[in-house]
Nanobody, 123 residues
Framework: VQLEESGGGLVQPGQSLRLSCAPS????????IGWFRQAPGKEREGVSC????????HYLDSVKGRFTISRDYVKNTVSLEMRDLTPEDTAVYYC?????????????????WGQGTQVTVSS
């Protein structure tokens, strides 16, 4: 089971980015998916996640209203739309998956992880 993130880059404060998480060799339909990030010198934190099935979502308080997680069943991807980015959002972003219905912002819940994509917000 492999996951690959894409869409990271360098943007200015206030701009947007859309990250994508794509699996290799399986479909995400049966998986709960989470997005995490880790900034230099900081612990990894859960940013958002989406349940498998009823599509319930959870968000880190600091990204509520700015980030949106969504599934695309046709493309077999899970995206994280990030708006109004700030320098505090700078981090490596990872997607993670677990064959389960429930999602959580707790990293150890997940079994499979991607390699990460760098997001840098700077003027």
């Amino acid at each position: 089971v492999q996951l690959e993130e894409s869409g990271g880059g360098l943007v200015q404060p206030g701009q947007s980015l859309r990250l994508s998480c794509a699996p290799s060799g399986f479909t995400l339909d049966d998986y709960a998916i989470g997005w995490f990030r880790q900034a230099p010198g900081k612990e990894r934190e859960g940013v958002s996640c989406v349940w498998n099935g009823d599509e319930s979502t959870h968000y880190l308080d600091s990204v509520k209203g700015r980030f949106t997680i969504s599934r695309d069943y046709v493309k077999n991807t899970v995206s994280l739309e990030m708006r109004d980015l700030t320098p505090e959002d700078t981090a490596v972003y990872y997607c993670a998956a677990r064959l389960a219905q429930r999602c959580t912002l707790n990293g150890p819940w997940y079994d499979y992880w991607g390699q990460g994509t760098q997001v840098t917000v700077s003027s």
